[in-house]
C-alpha cells in the first residue's frame, strides 16, 4: 500500500466538515468503513502516549466499524432502506462519557464507577444508533462533569491540540478535543454551565447548548437535573445544527422534555443572513476580568455583523452579576442529592473499610475513594446549602436570584432577536494553573452559566485568535429560539472564514504521531526515539 | 428483643388522669399496573428483583416519569376524603441514606400535597359517627425491602448481611395525614380501628388498592400523646410504626395510653421517638428518637414538572366515584329491611359484600344473612378465619339455596355441603352429587323404610290407628335413620298415613 497518498487522503478526509463527509457517503465517493477507519488512524495516531491529546476515555474500534459496515452495505444495497438512511449515517461521532452507553463502559471520568457498564442507552445514544452514526467512543470530562478543565478527570487530564500544555476547557474537554484535533467530526457533549461552550471556544469548535428540554437527559449522568443539557460539539455551525436535529425531540422518558421538537436548525444555520437581525450586547459580560485579545476579537465579531446588516445595541441584564453565585448554590444543592446514589451498594466501586463496618461505613469509605476533590467539595457545598436553616437563604435565593435572571433575559429579548458576548474570558490556560483555585476555574463560566439558570440556548462560535489561541464567541437567544441562534452564529462564522481564507482550524499547529511502539517497517526507529526526547 | 417492659397504668386508670389526642399516617399501596415512577410492574410476592428496571435500580442517568393513573387514584381518594384538590402540585426529594431506597432519596410530595383539607366520617360500633379531620393525602414511591439476616435484633445494625428486594422500591403509595383528633376519650382505641377500617374500605371501594393489610397494602403508623384532664395543650407524641392490622390498631393506642399515663403519673415526660410495635405481646418498644428536626433536605424535584389538575379532570373523576361506604351502608340497610342490630353485627362480621352480592344473585334477604351469619361463620369461627377467607362464595350460598328450594337436600345437609365448600370440595351441586347428599325422594325406597318402621313398632301404629297422629314422628325418626337423614321428612309422613290408612 502505498502509505504516502493513503495518509494525505486520510488527512483530507477527516478535515472535512461532517456534512461534507455525509454528502460523499451519499454520493458513494467513500464509504463510511473507509471514513470511520481514519478517525481510528488518526486517534491511534495522535490520542495515545505522553504527549497526546488523551481526548477518549475509550475507543470502540469493532463497533464502530460494524456500524460502518452495516451502512456501507445499506447504501450498496440500494432501494427504500438506502433511501430511508439519515443523512448522516456513517458518519463517525464520540459521546461524552457521561452518557451511558450499552456496550461501552461509563465512568463519568470518576474511580466511582470506573469497569461499570450500563445496561440500557441513554435516549441520545439510541437516536445515535437508530441513525446509524458509528460511535468512535466515550470522550475524557472532568469527574461527573464537574470542572472547566478537564482536569478533574480520575483518569487523566486531556490537552488542547492547539498547545499540549494548556487545558481544553470542561468539563467536555474530551469532546472538543477530539473534534478540534481531527479525531471525530461530531461528538456529544453536556452543559450545565458552559461544558460544551467553553471547551468549544478555548479548541476553537462549536459547542451549542439548545434550550432546556430540547434534547432528552434519559442516560445522561446528571450533575444538575434543572440545569444540564445536551448538545453538540462540531467543527461548523451547520454541522452541530445538524447534529442537534438529530438529537432533539420529545421524549416520554424525560419529563422535562419539550413535547415540541426545536425545528429548522439546519436550514436556519444555513441561512448566513442576518439583516435586519436585532443583536444585544450583554454589558455585563464583557468588561472587568476578560483578557483584552478576547475583548478585541469579540469587538471585531460585532462590528462583522454590523457590516453584515445586523442591527446591533447594548442591553442590560442586571441581575448577571448575582448569577454566579446563584448558580454555585443551585448546582451543588441538586448534584448533592443526584450524587447520592453512589454508594457503592448496588453498582461501581464498592470499598470496604479494613476492619469491616456498618453500612453507613461502607458507603462512607466508598465515597471517600471514590470522589474526587472537586466533586467532594460540591457535595459538601450543596448538602450545606439545603439543610434545614439554611435552605431559605441559600437554595431559596439562589432561586429568586434564578428568576430574576429569567426576567433579565425575557426584557433583553423584547428588545433583540440574539444576545452576544465571548463565550470565556480568557483563552485556554497552562494545565495545572488553575488547579488549586476553584475560585478562579469557576469564574471561568461566568458568561455561559446565565443561559443554564434561564433555560435558553446558548452556542460558542470560533472568533478568530488571540496569542495563537482560540477565542470563542457566545450567542443566546430566547428558549425555543435555537434557530435563530444558529442562523447568527452561522452568519458570523461564514464571514469571519471569508474573511480569513479558511476555516480557524487551518491555522491550527500539526499534532506530532505520539505512538511510542510502531509496527516493525520503516521509521520505526526514529519515531521511537523521538518518543524518548518527550 | 428487648427484655424490658415498660411499667403501664390499666385503661380505666389511665383515661381517669388523661385525654388522648390521637393522629394517624396511613400509607396505601396503589394497585396500578406499574410502579410511581417507573415501567416496572408493580407486583406482589414475584421473584426478588425481577419487577425492576433501571429506573427503580437508581441506576446512573435515569429520570423518572410520573404514574398518571396514581394520580388519578389519588384525586379519587382526595375526593372521597372530602378534600380540597391542589391545583398544582409536585414533587420534593427526601434525602437520607438508607440500602432500601436506591438512590438515597425518595422522591415524595412535601408541602403542596395533591389533596388537602378534607374529613372522613367514622362510624363506631355503636353507630356514632365520629369526624375524623384529615390534613392532607400525597402521592409518594415506597422503599424496597430489606431482610436482615443475623443478628439478635433482626435491625440492620447487628445483621450479619441484609438481602434487599427492590420490587416494591417505586410502588405507589398514598400517605394519608389526619389532624389531631382530641376529644374521643375512652373510646380512642375503637376509633382507631374504625378509622383504619374505614379507611381501608373505602381504598378498597375505590378500587385503587387491593387493600390487604396482611400484604402490607394498607399500614398504619399510630400517633399517640396524652393530656391531664382539663387541659387542652397536646403532650409529647410517640409515633408507632407500621401496625398492620385494624385490630391491632386498637391494641396499640391502648398500649401507648396505658404505658403513657404511667410514665406521666409518676412525673415522668414522653420521649418524642417511634416506636415498633409487637404483636405477640401486644406492647410497643422505643424505636429511634425523632425530632421535628430530622434534615431530609427536601428541595423540589428538578426531574419532574408540576402536575396540573383541571376543574374538568376532577370533575371527571368525581364522577366516576363509586358510592361512600358509609352511604351504601345506609341504602343497603333499608332495601333489607334488617334491624340495627342485625345490621351492625353484619358489618361487624365483615360479611356486607358477601350479602349484598348473594342478595345480588338472588337469595333472600333473609337467607343471605341466615346461611353468612350463621353456618358460615360457626365454619369461620371455627377454622379461626375471617368470613371472607373462609373459601365460600354468595355463589355458593344460592346454590345452597336453589338445592333446598328443589327438594334435593334439606338445611342440616345444607349445613353439611357448606363445610364441604369451606373444605374445597368444590361447588354444593358437585358436592351433594360426589357425596350423595341428596334427600331420598325415591318413593318405592321410602315405602319400604317406611312398612320396615311399621312392622317394628307395633304400639305407635296402634295409637296412630287411634287417632293419635302425633306418634307419627316416632316413625319418621326411624326411616330417616335408615336413609341417613337423607329422606324428606314431609314426604315420609305422607306416606305413613297412606299405609295406615289414616287421615288428618
Not at chain 1, 44 to 58: P, S, T, Y
Not at chain 1, 178 to 196: E, H, K, N, Q, Y
Request: negative net charge; hydrophobic residues 40%.
Amino acid at each position: 500500500m502505498s502509505e504516502t497518498t493513503e495518509t494525505t487522503e486520510t488527512n483530507d478526509l477527516i478535515r472535512l466538515t461532517a456534512l461534507q463527509m455525509a454528502e460523499r457517503l451519499r454520493v458513494g465517493e467513500i464509504t463510511s468503513v473507509e471514513l470511520t477507519q481514519a478517525h481510528l488512524d488518526r486517534i491511534a495516531a495522535v490520542d495515545g502516549g505522553e504527549r497526546g491529546v488523551h481526548a477518549f476515555l475509550h475507543v470502540n474500534a469493532d463497533e464502530a466499524l460494524a456500524v460502518a459496515a452495516e451502512v456501507d452495505a445499506i447504501r450498496a444495497a440500494g432501494g427504500a432502506e438506502a433511501e430511508a438512511l439519515h443523512p448522516l449515517a456513517g458518519v463517525p461521532v464520540a459521546v461524552k462519557d457521561n452518557i451511558v452507553t450499552i456496550g461501552q463502559p461509563t465512568t463519568a471520568g470518576s474511580r466511582m464507577l470506573e469497569g461499570w457498564m450500563s445496561p440500557y442507552d441513554a435516549t441520545v445514544v439510541t437516536k445515535l444508533r437508530q441513525a446509524r452514526l458509528p460511535i468512535l467512543g466515550k470522550t475524557n470530562l472532568d469527574e461527573f462533569a464537574m470542572g472547566g478543565s478537564t482536569e478533574h478527570s480520575a483518569f487523566g487530564n486531556t490537552r488542547n491540540p492547539w498547545d499540549l500544555d494548556r487545558i481544553p476547557g470542561g468539563s467536555g474537554g474530551g469532546s472538543a478535543a477530539a473534534v478540534a484535533s481531527f479525531m471525530a467530526p461530531l461528538a456529544l457533549g453536556s452543559d450545565t454551565g458552559g461544558s460544551i461552550r467553553q471547551p468549544g471556544a478555548v479548541t476553537g469548535t462549536v459547542g451549542a447548548k439548545p434550550t432546556y428540554g430540547g434534547v432528552s437527559r434519559y442516560g445522561v449522568i446528571a450533575m444538575a437535573s434543572s440545569l444540564d443539557q445536551i448538545g453538540p460539539v462540531a467543527r461548523t455551525v451547520q454541522d452541530a445544527a445538524a447534529l442537534q436535529e438529530l438529537l432533539g425531540g420529545h421524549d416520554a422518558k424525560d419529563s422535562t422534555s419539550l413535547t415540541e421538537p426545536l425545528e429548522g436548525l439546519l436550514t436556519a444555520a444555513r441561512q448566513h443572513d442576518v439583516t435586519g437581525l436585532r443583536i444585544g450586547i450583554v454589558s455585563e459580560l464583557k468588561g472587568e476580568g476578560y483578557q483584552e485579545g478576547v475583548l478585541e476579537r469579540f469587538r471585531e465579531a460585532v462590528t462583522v455583523l454590523q457590516d453584515a446588516g445586523a442591527e446591533v445595541i447594548e442591553v442590560s441584564c442586571p441581575h448577571l452579576k448575582y448569577a454566579l453565585g446563584a448558580y454555585y448554590l443551585i448546582m451543588p444543592s441538586e448534584a448533592s442529592s443526584n450524587l447520592a446514589k453512589f454508594d457503592g451498594v448496588r453498582y461501581g466501586n464498592r470499598v470496604v473499610p479494613e476492619e469491616g463496618g456498618t453500612i453507613e461505613q461502607v458507603m462512607g469509605a466508598t465515597r471517600a475513594a471514590g470522589f474526587g476533590e472537586e466533586v467532594k467539595r460540591r457535595i459538601i457545598l450543596g448538602t450545606y446549602a439545603l439543610s434545614a436553616g439554611y435552605y431559605d437563604a441559600y437554595y431559596g435565593s439562589a432561586q429568586k436570584i434564578r428568576t430574576l435572571v429569567q426576567r433579565d433575559f425575557d426584557e433583553a429579548f423584547s428588545k433583540v432577536d440574539v444576545l452576544i458576548s465571548p463565550t470565556s474570558p480568557t483563552t485556554a490556560f497552562g494545565l495545572g494553573e488553575k488547579i488549586d483555585d476553584p475560585l478562579a476555574m469557576y469564574l471561568n463560566d461566568v458568561a455561559t452559566i446565565p443561559a443554564n439558570l434561564a433555560g435558553i440556548p446558548g452556542i460558542s462560535v470560533p472568533g478568530g485568535l488571540a496569542e495563537g489561541l482560540p477565542v470563542g464567541v457566545q450567542f443566546l437567544a430566547p428558549a425555543r429560539g435555537d434557530a435563530v441562534m444558529y442562523r447568527a452564529a452561522a452568519a458570523l462564522e461564514s464571514r469571519l472564514e471569508q474573511a480569513w481564507g479558511a476555516q480557524l482550524w487551518a491555522q491550527a499547529p500539526e499534532l506530532d504521531d505520539t505512538r511510542s511502539t510502531q509496527p516493525v517497517g520503516v521509521g520505526t526507529a526514529d519515531r521511537t526515539a523521538g518518543g524518548e526526547n518527550r | 428483643m428487648t427484655a424490658v417492659t415498660d411499667e403501664v397504668l390499666t385503661f380505666d386508670e389511665a383515661m381517669a388522669g388523661f385525654d388522648p389526642v390521637l393522629g394517624f399516617e396511613v400509607h396505601v399501596e396503589l394497585n396500578t399496573r406499574t410502579k410511581m415512577f417507573s415501567s416496572a410492574a408493580n407486583a406482589f410476592g414475584d421473584v426478588p428483583n425481577t419487577n425492576v428496571t433501571e429506573v427503580d435500580l437508581g441506576l446512573p442517568g435515569v429520570l423518572p416519569v410520573v404514574n398518571g393513573k396514581a394520580v388519578e387514584y389519588a384525586i379519587k381518594l382526595g375526593l372521597a376524603l372530602n378534600c380540597q384538590i391542589a391545583e398544582t402540585c409536585g414533587f420534593a426529594r427526601k434525602n437520607y441514606f438508607y440500602p432500601d431506597t436506591p438512590k438515597n432519596f425518595q422522591t415524595s410530595q412535601y408541602d403542596d400535597p395533591i389533596a388537602h383539607d378534607g374529613w372522613l366520617d367514622v362510624e363506631l360500633e355503636d353507630g356514632t359517627v365520629f369526624r375524623v379531620e384529615i390534613e392532607r393525602a400525597h402521592m409518594e414511591e415506597d422503599a424496597g425491602k430489606l431482610t436482615h439476616v443475623g443478628g439478635a435484633s433482626g435491625r440492620i445494625q447487628d445483621a450479619a448481611h441484609s438481602l434487599v428486594d427492590y420490587n416494591r422500591a417505586g410502588v405507589p403509595l398514598i400517605e394519608i395525614v389526619t389532624k389531631p383528633i382530641a376529644g374521643v376519650g375512652e373510646r380512642a382505641p375503637e376509633l382507631a380501628r374504625a378509622y383504619v377500617t374505614a379507611v381501608r374500605d373505602i381504598v378498597k371501594n375505590l378500587g385503587i388498592s387491593d387493600a390487604r393489610m396482611e400484604r402490607g397494602n394498607v399500614r398504619c403508623d399510630a400517633n399517640v400523646s396524652l393530656m391531664p384532664k382539663g387541659t387542652a395543650a397536646f403532650g409529647t407524641r410517640t409515633e408507632t410504626k407500621n401496625v398492620n392490622s385494624t385490630r391491632a390498631v386498637a391494641h396499640a393506642v391502648t398500649y401507648e395510653i396505658q404505658r403513657q399515663a404511667a410514665i406521666l403519673k409518676a412525673g415522668g415526660s414522653i420521649v418524642q421517638e417511634t416506636r415498633h410495635w409487637h404483636e405477640d405481646t401486644r406492647t410497643t418498644t422505643s424505636g429511634r428518637p425523632k425530632s421535628d428536626a430530622d434534615d431530609y433536605r427536601y428541595f423540589p424535584e428538578p426531574d419532574l414538572v408540576p402536575i396540573v389538575t383541571t376543574p374538568e379532570w376532577i370533575e371527571e373523576l368525581r364522577a366516576q366515584l363509586p358510592e361512600p361506604p358509609a352511604e351504601r351502608r345506609k341504602r343497603l340497610k333499608a332495601d333489607w329491611g334488617f334491624s340495627d342490630e342485625e345490621f351492625r353485627d353484619v358489618v361487624n362480621a365483615g360479611v356486607l359484600d358477601e350479602i349484598a352480592d348473594t342478595i345480588a344473585a338472588g337469595a333472600t334477604a333473609a337467607a343471605a344473612r341466615k346461611w353468612w351469619m350463621g353456618e358460615i361463620a360457626r365454619l369461620a369461627n371455627v377454622e379461626g378465619k375471617d368470613i371472607p377467607e373462609l373459601g365460600v362464595s354468595p355463589a355458593d350460598v344460592v346454590e345452597v339455596e336453589a338445592l333446598i328450594a328443589e327438594k334435593t337436600i334439606n338445611d342440616k345437609i345444607a349445613k353439611q355441603v357448606l363445610g364441604f365448600v369451606a373444605a374445597g370440595e368444590g361447588s354444593p351441586r358437585a358436592i351433594v352429587e360426589a357425596r350423595s347428599l341428596a334427600v331420598v325422594s325415591d318413593d318405592g325406597a321410602l315405602t319400604t323404610a317406611v312398612q320396615d318402621a311399621i312392622a317394628q313398632n307395633p304400639g305407635v301404629v296402634e295409637k296412630i290407628r287411634g287417632g293419635k297422629l302425633q306418634a307419627i314422628g316416632a316413625l319418621i325418626g326411624p326411616v330417616m335413620k335408615a336413609t341417613r337423614g337423607q329422606a324428606d321428612a314431609g314426604r315420609v309422613r305422607e306416606i305413613v298415613m297412606e299405609q295406615l290408612g289414616v287421615t288428618e
